[in-house]
């Protein structure tokens, strides 16, 4: 099955440091997620883009849906301690399967 | 609405043994399905239904069964657990087109 390609796979940064990162596929997707992933917890959505060129914010989190249809970027301003977790990407193909990344590790250091 | 919710949090298995992990939804979402987490990989496929007595294959679907009998309920049987068994499992719910929602996971580990 698809992987898609996340980068970087772990990130360490100074709390108040603003953190970018992103998802590369080799197919065209409707649909891209965003998803956060706590310790021994499931994931939880964060953010859903719909449509090429989307520029969705959730609070400090800001998501955009690439033009080419084919990557994604998350990125988490002025982070905090509690943003810490794993985020992953999940995009949707046009036959309505999912595909997920494989994670970027995120630690904030006070 | 309690969301996705899966029974057990945890679960230790000999080789061989049989087990079902449960999965239920309350949202009346028409698409459920399995996925196992390994470290360093993303979400697998297992099974997915995409209604009451409707299921198929995901990426990874041997050794595991399931069934669909009712809109909110969609278990999954590990038929004679083996240790590359190990993994987290969620299950998801969504609708046709709708984004998916996880349940909280069950850790399994096949001694």
């Known amino acids: 099955g698809q992987q898609l390609n996340q980068s970087p796979q772990s990130m360490f940064i100074q709390e108040g440091e603003d953190v970018s990162m992103n998802c590369t596929s080799s197919?065209?997707?409707?649909?891209w997620l965003w998803y956060k992933q706590d310790p021994g917890e499931g994931p939880v959505l964060l953010i859903a883009?719909?449509?090429?060129?989307e520029l969705t914010s959730n609070g400090r989190l800001t998501a955009q849906f690439g033009i080419t249809r084919k990557d994604s970027f998350l990125n988490i301003s002025a982070s905090i301690p509690s943003d810490v977790g794993i985020y992953f990407c999940?995009?949707?193909?046009?036959?309505?399967?999912?595909?997920f990344g494989t994670g970027t590790s995120l630690t904030v250091i006070p | 609405n309690a969301g996705v919710t899966q029974t057990p949090k945890f679960q230790v298995l000999k080789t061989g043994q049989s087990m079902t992990l449960q999965c239920a939804q309350d949202?009346?979402?028409?698409?459920m399905s399995w996925y196992r987490q390994d470290p360093g990989m993303g979400l697998r496929l297992i099974h997915y239904?995409?209604?009451?007595?409707?299921?198929d294959q995901g990426e990874v679907p041997n050794g595991y069964n399931v069934s669909r009998s009712t809109t909110e309920d969609f278990p999954l049987r590990l038929l004679s657990a083996a240790p590359s068994q190990t993994s987290v499992y969620f299950c998801?719910?969504?609708?046709?087109?709708?984004?998916?929602?996880f349940g909280p996971g069950t850790r399994l580990t096949v001694t």
């Open positions: 998801a719910s969504r609708w046709f087109g709708g984004e998916q929602y």
């Open positions: 949202m009346n979402h028409e698409y």
């Open positions: 999940a995009g949707r193909s046009y036959g309505n399967q999912f595909y």
């Open positions: 197919s065209i997707f409707n649909t």
């Open positions: 239904s995409v209604g009451a007595g409707i299921t």
């Open positions: 883009l719909y449509k090429a060129g």
